[in-house]
């Protein structure tokens, strides 16, 4: 992981385009080769970031950039989208890397765990005639919650949470693009299922082509009758 707190300017353009002004930030570029550009600010969530796929270039600046000010450009290209991200550096004041070695992965919550443990028994409560191929199904980047099994063909990956936000959605964006590229799976349905999940999840999830699902907690244990409401 590269740690890097530079003034820069931040340009997205793709399905939206997104300026962040010249500004001291902080650049994360990770082992996956995404990049994230955070500030002082807002707790954990990034001002704007490319997920993988993709490719990060260095390139100098051109002429009226350089006259400006500008060190250098990175250019962050997703692979699939084709989206871009242009950082103009106009001064670094901290560089570093480090190497973490492979992470265990979040360990969940009781609450979740159950959720989890509840809808592997249920798996009906995500679609008719799915049936449970195995939970915590192995990836190069951690374990996908559930790995169903469609009658219809193909296989449906399944993220539990309790409650649901935006990072659910990437995480599981993340298992999907590996998950898919394996003949044996695909194609590989995603479905983002949590007691609650946030709007801004949901809307991201339709754009991801990923199915979101309320669950019903207490229903699932039995103790109410509520059915799980799809959306």
């Known amino acids: 992981m590269r740690l890097v707190i530079a003034r820069c300017s931040v340009d997205y353009s793709g399905r939206l385009n997104a300026h962040l002004p010249l500004a001291t930030r902080l650049l994360v570029h990770k082992g ?18 490319m997920s993988p796929p993709c490719t990060l270039t260095v ?78 199904f192995p990836t190069a980047i951690g374990p996908v919650d559930l790995l169903l099994r469609n009658p219809a063909g193909g ?20 298992y999907l693009e590996l998950l898919n590229r394996d003949p044996h799976l695909a194609p590989v349905a995603g479905v983002f299922a949590a007691q609650e999940i946030k709007p801004q999840a949901k809307t991201l999830a339709g754009d991801r082509g990923i199915r979101c699902v309320t669950l019903d907690y207490e229903g699932m244990k039995g103790i109410e009758s509520g059915a799980p409401r799809l959306f």
């Not at 994230?36 to 001002?47: E, F, N, R, T």
Request: hydrophobic content about 35%; proline content about 3%; aromatic content about 4%.
């Open 32 to 49: 996956d080769g995404s990049l994230l550009v955070h500030s002082d600010g807002g707790s954990y969530k990034p001002l704007n970031w």
């Open 155 to 174: 296989t449906v990956a399944v993220e539990v949470k309790r409650r649901g936000d935006i990072d659910g959605v990437e995480q599981l964006t993340r």
């Open 59 to 136: 390139e100098a600046p051109d002429a009226e950039s350089a006259s400006a000010g500008v060190l250098e450009h990175w250019r962050v290209t997703h692979a699939k989208t084709g989206d871009a991200l242009l950082v103009r550096i106009y001064e670094v004041l901290h560089d570093s890397s480090h190497e973490l070695g492979i992470d265990p992965g979040l360990q969940k919550d009781g609450v979740e765990a159950d959720l989890q443990r509840l809808l592997a028994e249920q798996v009906d409560v995500i679609g008719d005639g799915l049936t449970l191929v195995r939970r915590e």
